[in-house]
């Protein structure tokens, strides 16, 4: 079965001034992957992300997200995807199912169809009773997994996931991977950029990015094979070295 | 248009469940104009003075007569000889000493000219100046009135301010102070605050414009900067008698049209702030004591070496003092202020260029 392209990226460049973040990137995700993004810190992760998203243009070359231009029509590329990242996942003022209108409202869901999915959405977390506290009172673990509920309330073809699991238990962590694989079951692709390679090894399909280049692209089994390597972990050292 | 209603609710969230936010916002305004309005005041009452009087004959004793009724002054000793004046100022009893020399209405029938002695304690040079001044006010008024011709006196009138109080050069001075902090300070606080917490990224991702996301940031405060400046008047109105002569309708818009200054400078300064702290500081340094030194609120621009005074021209709440001073207490209409409207705006203006093109810049 031909898989549908979500994200297709051919030669893209970005510079700032005379420093390229992103040397000629291409790669393509197909819809419901997970796919891995990985790179050392300054490898240019986040200016790729950034593009991805819609937040800033592409000096050169060609990025399609959710069927659109990134360059041209970043507006529709942003009503159809979601965003999660580990500096910031709810505001901690503000209730529970306050952050949940909010971000709904903004993502262009209609009041009924926010009180159904939501409402669905706290039982399934078991957060019901807590849906009045403020975030602040909630652990970094709950946040975290409520972020990424209400990344994807909207139901996003994409959701990007800029380090979802960054200083989360490893039970937690665990609990967030089953998340995710239950949000690409129901069709929705996931992008995440990790530094934790045991969730490398979950992905379906990993890239590694070295200077701002695409050094490695595959699944974990073939670039393990490819490098040689026991393990992700051992791959990432191969390449960053 | 949902979107953006979301936001601003949002925003007055931030603001309701932050108590340090709610405190600036109603408690500071009212507790600033108390605080000038009652203690920091530059009028003078019931001072006081003690007296040497050499004389001790009718003219010197309706003199003092009339300067203890006139409620500057209250007599707290009569003095014998002038060693004890300065005992009298060193127990911080007494501000001012007045000193009758001997046969002083003789002198004064018989060649005009007699000589009292006002002694200040100058270690307040504006209560001195002010002190000396009443008391000269005083003795004019009593030899023109009196038979003893002595030439023309100037008789000096306080426009505007009859009565020289402070309140009403303070309203205008904590209008503009207020509506600063309120709208400059707030606005890049909370704007700081979402880069800090990297929402506002997350805002930027989302369908939200950037447009909408400023815009958003700023009607709560608008608002609140408009009830601000209400409750001034106000205040100023029911406590302490500043009159409001001219169209308040035009008082509120130039109000709206400040307000909307300082948020354009709030949004410009978060463009360059990292985070909170440094926002909250170039508010307080770039803004507050220019505001509170060199816009006229406290200390006369006319007054300023050259080199301040031009300076004082590029700081926008000096303009400001002077729309609402010449609206509230001399009742004059558009056609007076016009000029300082204008530069009101060309300050907005200015800054929202500026914003505009740094946050372009940051976007890249």
């Given at each position: 079965?031909?898989?549908?392209?979500?994200?297709?990226v051919?030669?893209?460049?970005?510079?700032?001034?005379?420093f390229?973040?992103?040397?000629?990137?291409n790669?393509?995700v197909?819809?419901?992957?997970?796919?891995?993004?990985?790179?050392?810190?300054?490898a240019?992760?986040?200016?790729?992300?950034?593009?991805?998203?819609?937040?800033?243009?592409?000096?050169?070359?060609?990025v399609?997200?959710?069927?659109?231009?990134?360059?041209?029509?970043?507006?529709?590329?942003?009503?159809?995807?979601?965003?999660?990242?580990?500096?910031?996942?709810?505001?901690?003022?503000?209730?529970?199912?306050?952050?949940?209108?909010f971000?709904?409202?903004?993502?262009?869901?209609?009041?009924?169809?926010?009180?159904?999915?939501?409402e669905?959405?706290?039982?399934?977390l078991?957060?019901?009773?807590?849906?009045?506290?403020?975030?602040?009172?909630?652990?970094?673990?709950w946040?975290?997994?409520?972020?990424?509920?209400?990344?994807?309330?909207?139901?996003?073809?994409?959701v990007?996931?800029?380090?979802?699991?960054?200083?989360?238990?490893?039970?937690?962590?665990?609990?967030?991977w089953e998340?995710?694989?239950?949000a690409?079951?129901n069709?929705?692709?996931?992008?995440?950029?990790?530094?934790?390679?045991?969730?490398?090894e979950?992905?379906?399909r990993?890239?590694?990015m070295?200077?701002?280049?695409?050094?490695?692209?595959?699944?974990?089994?073939e670039l393990?094979k490819?490098?040689?390597?026991?393990?992700?972990n051992?791959?990432?050292?191969?390449?960053?070295? | 248009?949902?979107?953006?209603?979301?936001?601003?609710?949002k925003?007055?969230?931030h603001?309701?469940?932050?108590?340090?936010?709610?405190?600036?916002?109603?408690?500071?305004?009212?507790?600033?104009?108390?605080?000038?309005?009652?203690?920091?005041?530059?009028?003078?009452?019931?001072?006081?003075?003690?007296?040497?009087?050499?004389?001790?004959?009718?003219?010197?004793?309706?003199?003092?007569?009339?300067?203890?009724?006139?409620?500057?002054?209250?007599?707290d000793?009569?003095?014998?000889?002038?060693?004890?004046?300065?005992?009298?100022?060193?127990?911080q009893?007494?501000?001012?000493?007045?000193?009758?020399?001997?046969?002083?209405?003789?002198?004064?029938?018989?060649?005009?000219?007699?000589?009292?002695?006002?002694?200040?304690d100058?270690?307040?040079?504006?209560?001195?100046?002010?002190?000396?001044q009443?008391a000269?006010?005083?003795?004019?008024?009593?030899?023109?009135?009196?038979?003893?011709?002595?030439?023309?006196?100037?008789?000096?009138?306080?426009f505007?301010?009859?009565?020289l109080?402070?309140?009403?050069?303070?309203?205008?001075?904590?209008?503009?102070m207020?509506?600063?902090?309120?709208?400059?300070?707030?606005?890049s606080i909370s704007?700081?605050?979402?880069?800090?917490?990297?929402s506002?990224?997350?805002?930027?991702?989302?369908?939200?414009?950037?447009?909408?996301?400023?815009?958003?940031?700023?009607?709560?405060?608008?608002?609140?900067?408009?009830?601000?400046?209400?409750?001034?008047?106000a205040l100023?109105?029911?406590?302490?008698?500043?009159?409001?002569?001219?169209?308040?309708v035009?008082?509120?818009?130039?109000?709206?049209?400040?307000?909307?200054?300082?948020?354009?400078?709030?949004i410009?300064?978060?463009?360059?702030?990292?985070?909170q702290?440094v926002?909250?500081?170039?508010?307080?340094?770039?803004?507050?004591?220019?505001?509170?030194?060199?816009?006229g609120f406290?200390?006369?621009?006319?007054?300023?070496?050259?080199?301040?005074?031009?300076?004082?021209?590029?700081?926008?709440?000096?303009?400001f003092?002077?729309?609402?001073?010449?609206?509230?207490?001399k009742?004059?209409?558009?056609?007076?202020?016009?000029?300082?409207?204008?530069?009101?705006?060309?300050?907005?203006?200015?800054?929202?260029?500026?914003?505009?093109?740094?946050?372009?810049i940051?976007?890249?």
């Amino acid at each position: 079965m031909e898989k549908k392209k979500v994200i297709t990226v051919e030669n893209l460049v970005k510079k700032f001034g005379n420093f390229t973040a992103n040397d000629n990137l291409n790669f393509h995700v197909d819809q419901g992957e997970i796919f891995g993004f990985l790179g050392a810190n300054g490898a240019g992760k986040t200016t790729a992300m950034r593009i991805l998203c819609g937040l800033s243009a592409p000096t050169s070359g060609k990025v399609d997200v959710a069927g659109f231009d990134v360059s041209h029509q970043s507006e529709e590329v942003k009503k159809r995807i979601g965003y999660m990242s580990q500096k910031f996942s709810l505001f901690e003022d503000l209730s529970v199912w306050e952050n949940m209108r909010f971000f709904a409202t903004v993502y262009g869901l209609s009041a009924k169809v926010f009180k159904e999915r939501g409402e669905q959405l706290l039982h399934k977390l078991n957060l019901f009773e807590e849906r009045k506290r403020l975030v602040s009172t909630l652990s970094l673990g709950w946040k975290q997994k409520l972020a990424f509920s209400v990344a994807i309330l909207h139901q996003p073809s994409i959701v990007f996931l800029d380090e979802p699991t960054g200083g989360v238990d490893p039970i937690t962590r665990r609990q967030f991977w089953e998340m995710i694989y239950e949000a690409a079951d129901n069709g929705i692709t996931v992008f995440v950029t990790t530094h934790y390679m045991d969730e490398a090894e979950y992905c379906d399909r990993v890239t590694i990015m070295v200077d701002g280049r695409i050094d490695a692209l595959g699944t974990p089994s073939e670039l393990k094979k490819q490098f040689n390597a026991a393990s992700m972990n051992d791959v990432f050292l191969a390449l960053a070295r | 248009m949902n979107r953006f209603i979301a936001f601003v609710k949002k925003e007055f969230l931030h603001i309701f469940r932050d108590y340090r936010t709610m405190l600036i916002l109603f408690i500071m305004p009212i507790v600033q104009i108390l605080i000038f309005g009652f203690a920091i005041t530059t009028e003078i009452k019931d001072a006081s003075i003690a007296i040497l009087d050499k004389s001790k004959d009718e003219v010197t004793r309706e003199l003092t007569q009339k300067m203890l009724s006139s409620g500057y002054f209250k007599n707290d000793a009569y003095l014998t000889n002038e060693s004890q004046i300065e005992p009298a100022f060193n127990d911080q009893r007494v501000k001012m000493v007045v000193v009758f020399e001997p046969e002083f209405s003789q002198n004064l029938q018989k060649t005009g000219t007699a000589h009292v002695q006002l002694v200040c304690d100058a270690s307040d040079p504006n209560l001195a100046r002010m002190l000396s001044q009443f008391a000269d006010g005083i003795f004019t008024s009593y030899t023109t009135s009196s038979s003893v011709s002595m030439g023309i006196q100037p008789e000096v009138r306080m426009f505007y301010n009859e009565a020289l109080e402070g309140v009403y050069m303070s309203i205008p001075g904590i209008m503009a102070m207020i509506l600063m902090l309120v709208s400059a300070m707030m606005t890049s606080i909370s704007i700081t605050r979402e880069k800090e917490f990297g929402s506002m990224e997350v805002l930027l991702i989302s369908p939200l414009k950037p447009l909408q996301i400023i815009l958003g940031k700023v009607t709560p405060y608008v608002l609140m900067a408009l009830i601000n400046a209400v409750s001034i008047l106000a205040l100023g109105y029911w406590v302490f008698g500043v009159p409001v002569k001219g169209s308040i309708v035009l008082l509120l818009i130039e109000c709206l049209l400040f307000t909307i200054l300082a948020l354009s400078l709030g949004i410009l300064i978060s463009t360059v702030a990292k985070n909170q702290m440094v926002a909250m500081f170039m508010s307080m340094f770039a803004l507050m004591l220019p505001v509170i030194l060199l816009s006229g609120f406290i200390f006369p621009v006319e007054n300023m070496p050259l080199p301040l005074r031009i300076l004082s021209n590029i700081i926008p709440p000096k303009w400001f003092i002077i729309i609402v001073k010449t609206i509230m207490l001399k009742g004059g209409g558009l056609s007076y202020v016009w000029k300082e409207t204008l530069i009101l705006i060309g300050f907005v203006v200015l800054f929202v260029t500026l914003s505009v093109k740094k946050f372009k810049i940051r976007l890249q």
